[in-house]
């Protein structure tokens, strides 16, 4: 199907998104570098077969660690654009395009169920590495509608966490909702010399890699938005929020009945985690 046909038939199909009797699952997905986008490693393979064992969705919503913004905004143009947001890889990398259509009415639709933010629906930035290195592994064909929803800054984690609620009733539409981010983010202290070899963590990142799933398989929300509580690993793991609060979020949309589980589950140069989470 070409896009432009992809896109006429999701656009008509937005008004009249029906109610399903299952909910979509939840995924936080640990996205790492964007060579992932473009290899085929163990990561790209998990998120390749993920998508064959989760329904069919009808559009993707993801929460981008790589759209910090003052305010909150949503994409709502016809075509995103793909974008390629870093720099000094391949040039193979540069010439990925990731063709999917985006849903102007969905994208209006959500922005009106959030009323914990006014929500600008923005037309200007597209599909980053966060969103597409992950999706053209999982939807390699680019039908399927994919939004993008930008973090605000300004605001904490309990912020986003109760914005997130507000997107609940999507997981019954049929919606697929990624954050992408990383648990463990510490770029400044990545082992350069160690990225190629056997997974290597340095030992505050393997307790909070640990803590982190512990509580989220307690189910411990609270612990988890109030990260700056957890002590100075945590901080260590989290020097900046961006790639965090995409978990957040997906904690947000958690159902109480929804079974949890963990893929892609280790660390990359010492200080990054890809360890990812699926909800329902």
């Known amino acids: 199907m070409s896009g432009i046909n992809t896109f006429n038939a999701f656009k008509n199909f937005a008004n009249t998104l029906p109610v399903q009797d299952f909910l979509m699952p939840v995924l936080f997905v640990g996205h790492g570098s964007p060579m992932n986008g473009i290899e085929d490693n163990e990561f790209s393979n998990r998120w390749t077969a993920l998508a064959k064992e989760i329904p069919l969705p009808k559009a993707v919503l993801v929460i981008s660690a790589h759209w910090f913004t003052n305010g909150t905004s949503i994409t709502a143009m016809d075509f995103p654009k793909t ?3 870093f720099g000094g890889f391949p040039d193979a990398l540069f010439q990925v395009q990731y063709p999917a259509p985006g849903n102007p009415v969905l994208a209006k639709e959500m922005a009106s169920m959030i009323h914990s933010a006014h929500v600008e629906l923005n037309h200007d930035w597209g599909l980053d590495h ?7 592994h999982m939807y ?21 966490y109760e914005l997130a609620k507000e997107l609940f009733q999507f997981r019954s539409k049929g919606v697929l909702i ?28 393997l ?6 799933k512990d509580l989220i398989v307690k189910k411990d929300h609270q612990s988890l938005i109030d990260y700056h509580q957890l002590g100075k690993e945590a901080m260590m793991s989290i020097p900046t929020p961006e790639h965090y609060l995409p978990l957040i979020y997906t904690l947000g949309l958690q159902d109480k009945n929804d079974p949890v589980s963990f ?18």
């Open 178 to 205: 990624i954050g992408s981010g990383n648990m463990v983010h510490n770029l400044r202290m990545v082992a350069w010399d160690k990225l190629d070899g056997p997974s290597f963590g340095y030992d505050w990142a």
């Open 130 to 136: 966060a969103s597409w290195s992950i999706l053209r």
């Open 83 to 85: 974008i390629h947001d």
């Open 263 to 280: 893929f892609n589950d280790k660390l990359v140069g010492g200080s990054l985690t890809m360890t990812s989470v699926k909800f329902g």
């Open 207 to 212: 307790h909070m890699n640990q803590k982190f």
């Open 140 to 160: 390699p064909q680019a039908n399927i509608p994919i939004l993008q929803l930008s973090i605000d800054y300004t605001k904490g984690a309990a912020f986003h």
